[in-house]
């Protein structure tokens, strides 16, 4: 077949085999590293692979296939959500941001914003609606659509829909308190996130109404889609995994450890200048300022949980940071243990299947 072209698709598979590994690391630890098909006496013959075999696994995936991939502009409107140069390397550089290697994140995360191929979305809140579908800030995002005969969308809309009238969702993935409180006064990406009882839809159709059987309900803004065909289930928003926004935070971290403050605070301040939008009050979401390495640590630490609120970044954070306990404990998950609950259990299924070969995590037996 034609050589660009299986370079390329080559270079998407070996992208999707590091997105979806990176993701079983971080949840699992240890896991079964598989690089080649198995035969059939070798399914349940796989042993636990150390994480740091699994993440040296990813960097080379997502290396070789930004050398292969090409830019985000080179692909065709039909062609946007696949795998391109730049969500390998912005992948790659959270990768890196994870392992604590702040030197090759800062590489990374320059290469993706240097590359001239992505800028922020004017318009925070449309970033999540219809119009901000593979917009510029779109680094890699999974595309939906509803169809009459299914197929096309996803359930990520539904789960996190309005419990109830309107939107007859799940009601999952809520906002909490504390996320709530936050946020900087007036910082409009508060009323982008966060849905409220008694607020309008976005599109004007309803009004959220109070579900009696939810204690102070409030849902995921940034998952609501309007009516479409099919089941809510057949959901047409597409999912963004990693925008450009994100990857400006993590240089602007990488940066900061690397003792280049000044330099971090550009692309910090960047993000909130867009959130401001064209507000002209100087007290609303003011530059940083602050120079101090570990002050603007916790300043783009906030940063992130502001701007990424609601969008599956927050606990993986929490995990690299080493604050999971303090934060999980400081909300009320008392029993939370430290070195214990930052992983999940291997399923106790598959170390049946495996005769005992699979190992439990620490603490879990």
């Known amino acids: 077949m034609n050589e660009t072209l299986r370079a390329r698709l080559i270079g998407e598979c070996k992208f999707l085999r590091a997105y979806y590994y990176f993701n079983l690391v971080r949840w699992f630890g240890d896991i079964p590293l598989i690089t080649r098909a198995l035969q059939p006496d070798e399914y349940y013959t796989q042993t636990r ?13 997502l290396t070789e296939a930004a050398a292969v991939l090409p830019p985000k502009s080179q692909y065709a409107p039909g062609d946007l959500g696949r795998a391109s140069q ?4 912005g992948i790659l550089a959270k990768v890196y941001l994870t392992m604590g290697d702040f030197t090759n994140a800062e590489i990374a995360a320059l290469e993706v914003i240097n590359s001239a191929q992505y800028a922020l979305y004017p318009n925070y809140a449309k970033i999540f609606q219809s119009e ?13 659509t509803s169809l009459e005969t299914g197929g096309g969308g996803s359930q990520y809309n539904q789960v996190q829909g309005v419990r109830g009238t309107p939107n007859l969702g799940w009601g999952f993935n ?28 976005p599109d004007g159709s309803a009004i959220v109404l109070d579900n009696p059987d939810m204690l102070n309900e409030s849902y995921n803004q940034k998952a609501w ?25 993590m240089a602007a971290e990488a940066l900061n450890e690397n003792g280049k403050s000044q330099d971090a605070l550009v692309y910090l301040n960047m993000v909130r200048a867009r959130a401001k939008g064209n507000s002209t009050n100087p007290n ?4 940083v300022t602050v120079t101090d390495k570990d002050q603007l640590r916790q300043r783009i630490w906030q940063e992130r949980r502001v701007e990424l609120a609601l969008e599956q970044h927050r606990w993986f954070d929490l995990v690299r940071q080493g604050r999971a306990a303090e934060v999980m404990q400081a909300h009320g998950k008392t029993n939370f243990m430290a070195g214990k609950h930052e992983l999940f259990p291997i399923p106790q299924s598959e170390i049946d299947l495996s005769g005992g070969l699979l190992t439990q995590n620490p603490l879990y037996e």
């Open 284 to 287: 609303l979401l003011p530059p």
């Open 174 to 201: 809520q906002p909490t308190t504390s996320l709530r409180s936050a946020f900087e006064t007036g910082d409009p990406r508060r009323n982008a996130t966060i849905l409220e009882v008694g607020e309008t839809l």
């Open 225 to 249: 889609v309007p009516e479409h065909v099919g089941f809510q289930e057949n959901s047409p928003g597409n999912i963004r995994l990693l925008r450009y926004a994100d990857v400006l935070l």
């Open 132 to 144: 901000g579908e593979h917009s510029s800030e779109s680094v890699f995002e999974v595309s939906c």
């Open 49 to 61: 692979t150390p994480a740091a075999q699994v993440y040296q696994q990813i960097i080379q995936d």
């Open 86 to 89: 730049g969500a390998a390397k």
